[in-house]
């Protein structure tokens, strides 16, 4: 199985930015894709952003597009989400995920992946 463990969480001021790192251990062989997940209180949980291990594609949703940059590096087992310009409405508890499978986009929905960490809080403040 894979363990994720989500750190860099926090509170930050408007237009401000936060590194989210998602450390990945165990059976990370069998894991080929990546994602980033948020969800805020009474709103179902979104997709931002996704990664594989191998190539260069990443993808992410239209409302961070241009803010929200993901990266990985595979020596370490760790993926990131470098987030900048946040805004109120990026508050949220975000969430990395894993997939065993290689998934083109419009699959990045929660159902497709199997791990899950166990999410850290984001709050921006106006």
């Known amino acids: 199985q894979v363990q994720l463990v989500e750190s860099g969480g926090g509170l930050v001021q408007a237009g401000g930015s936060l590194r989210l790192s998602c450390a990945a251990s165990g059976r990370t062989f069998s894991t080929y894709t990546m994602g980033w997940f948020r969800q805020a209180p009474g709103k179902e949980r979104e997709f931002v952003g996704g990664?594989?291990?191998?190539?260069?594609?990443?993808y992410s949703a239209d409302s961070v597009k241009g803010r929200f940059t993901i990266s990985r590096d595979n020596a370490k087992n760790t993926v990131y989400l470098q987030m900048n310009n946040l805004k109120p409405e990026d508050t949220a508890v975000y969430y990395c995920?894993?997939?065993?499978?290689?998934?083109?986009?419009?699959?990045?929905?929660?159902?497709?992946?199997?791990?899950w960490g166990q999410g850290t809080q984001v709050t921006v403040s106006s």
């Open positions: 995920a894993s997939s065993s499978r290689i998934l083109p986009y419009g699959s990045y929905s929660p159902a497709n992946f199997g791990s």
């Open positions: 990664i594989r291990w191998s190539g260069s594609s990443t």
